[in-house]
């Protein structure tokens, strides 16, 4: 009897052993499979030699100095619509030199300073645009900073063009 106990052990531990061979075999196969595929996939892509080259290019025509961007007006308005307004909308029309040229502009809020007398810059912001002309836009905001305060919108090359000065009571 202990002959059959232990071919049915023998016979039982082949059986797991086999299935673990089959199993660790399966996994093997997978892992190879997976790892070549990624391998397929990342294969070099055929090289393309491009060719860079810099060479001086003459200015066909000059820049005159003369000439220089134009502004209008600036105007400013209270972007708030009732009580103490924080925020307000300066809006100019800008137009380019020459035709081609495009505008370079900066805006400017300034505050004026009773101890020196001045006005000083308070905020400001740089734009640009590639047109003949444009109605450009800025929405400054005010808070807590009681004063009188005027916007100048510079285009490069030309001078200030300043608003009426306004005043902000909160």
Do not use: K
Not at 26 to 52: D, E, H, I, M, Q
């Amino acid at each position: 009897m202990s002959t059959t106990r232990s071919r049915a052990a023998l016979a039982g531990g082949t059986a797991n052993a086999a299935r673990l061979f089959v199993a660790a075999l399966a996994f093997t196969s997978a892992y190879v499979g997976l790892s070549a595929y990624g391998n397929a996939r990342s294969a070099a892509a055929p090289v393309r030699t491009v060719t860079l080259s810099a060479r001086e290019m003459p200015i066909a025509r000059p820049l005159d100095v003369a000439t220089s961007a134009r502004a209008s007006a600036v105007t400013v308005t209270a972007g708030g619509a009732s009580g103490c307004a924080t925020s307000y909308v300066a809006r100019s029309l800008l137009a380019e030199a020459a035709p081609g040229q495009g505008v370079v502009y900066r805006w400017r809020l300034s505050r004026w300073s009773p101890a020196t007398e001045t006005w000083r810059t308070f905020l400001a912001e740089h734009g640009g645009f590639a047109a003949s002309e444009r109605e450009v836009e800025w929405r400054p905001r005010i808070a807590g900073n009681p004063g009188w305060y005027r916007v100048e919108v510079l285009a490069e090359g030309a001078g200030a063009v300043r608003s009426e000065r306004f005043q902000v009571s909160c």
